[in-house]
């Protein structure tokens, strides 16, 4: 399971520029990107967010089996304070705006709720703004508003500002986490919040840093992330922090169909080979809300993946993927 995709962007070094495609390519391209990570031996996927609720859409044809698809849950699209997020987010100003937005999400389709956390985009800070416009108050609004309505909450937060009001905020899920603090990772604890690492997301831009030749500033921005993710990381592995795994395939640089990576990433961190199977299944499972999935039992729906080498020796043996079964029939 990947609990962080957005298979309307394929990734790659100009993911963002992807969103804004033309909707009717956005759309045949996602059904294609779906199919590839299913390939890939994704079973389960999180779609995290996509414009104009396209996520909505690919995952209802899944469901009715009209694509080759993982069973997918999706946020509909992503909620952010206007002036910091993606433009083509929903945007809310005050707390009214905000309760507005999601409830629109929900009646649109969407299985969770995504909200993104971030400072301001260059030249659109309001002079005395504070930093994260999205505040804690506002995060409290959102996650009550959610959950009233029985829907999870996953929060994107990649700076320290914003890690730190995510962790208290007892949303669901934290995405990326770069920069999180000791007393962040135990907040999450306390307050059941999983992490999602997506560390695929500056290793490709480490990859394009070097394939693409981009400019000095930009190849340290993927290295401070790099350093700020590994550290959080290694000390939520320690913290006893629940970790689930995504990649962010198509929300960062990372390319669909490379869930293998991850998993090697979060072994890189310190996690026994056994745990990481277990954050991209039944942890992947619990956070997502499948309870007929996550673990092999008689009962459960057979989604399942066939290696040609054990995992619990080498990490790596993900990427050996001989099958895939998707409730007990082969796709692979
Ligand atoms: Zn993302």
Redesign the pocket.
Known sequence: MDC???YSSPGGPEWIARFTDPLPEISMRAVELAETSLRSGVTTARD??APEGISIRLARAARAGEVRAPNIRAAGTWIAHRGTYVSFARLFKEAGELRNAIKTEIEAGADLIKVALAGWNEGARPQDAPDIPFDKKLLAVAVEEAHKAGFKIAC?ANDAASCRIAAHAGVDSL??GMFLEAQDLEAMVKNKTYLVP?MS?WDAMLYYARAVDWPEARRKRAEDLRQGSRVAVTAGIKAGVKIAL?T?A???AARHGRIAREAELMVECGMEPRDALIAATSSAAALIGESERGTIEAGKIADLVLLDANPLENIGALRLIVDVFQEGRRVG
């Open positions: 962080h995709v957005h995290v967010g994107h995405e990326h997506t997301v995504g962010d198509g929300g960062g």
